[in-house]
């Protein structure tokens, strides 16, 4: 699996390579949606609100999340309260666009795993 080269996470343009890499992602995906950046104590982020469903979580907004050290996730938003639910999530941190597309493709073609792998997090 390849791995995404560009990022320096000390220089003044990460947020525009950052947004660039989710925006190639998306595209890689097929996928379309909003979102936004952050960069909190010192670790830079992105979720993103795609549209679409994923299997066995009807009336749920899926979302795609990145985080600088943990890599991605896809999650489930609970209507209810808006809380997300993770659904899976891809090892490490910088991964291709295509290799992200590929697993976001098949996380939301498949079912869910057990209730016990899914985590809840903070909204």
């Known amino acids: 699996m390849s791995v995404q080269t560009g990022f320096h996470f000390d220089s003044d343009d990460t947020a525009r390579r950052l ?5 190639d992602v998306l595209d890689a995906a097929g996928l379309s949606g909003y979102g936004y950046l952050d ?3 010192g670790s830079w982020n992105a979720y993103v609100a795609v549209d679409g469903r994923a299997p066995g979580f009807p009336g749920h907004d899926v979302a795609l999340l990145w985080a600088q050290d943990d890599g991605w996730s896809v999650a489930a938003e609970n209507p209810a309260d ?3 639910v993770v659904i899976d999530r891809l090892a490490g941190p910088r991964q291709s666009p295509a ?3 590929r697993w976001v493709r098949s996380v939301l073609r498949r079912q869910p795993p057990q209730t016990g792998a899914q985590r809840r997090l903070v909204s």
């Open 82 to 84: 808006g809380s997300l």
């Open 19 to 23: 947004r660039r890499y989710v925006d």
């Open 99 to 101: 290799a992200v597309a």
């Open 39 to 41: 960069h909190v104590d």
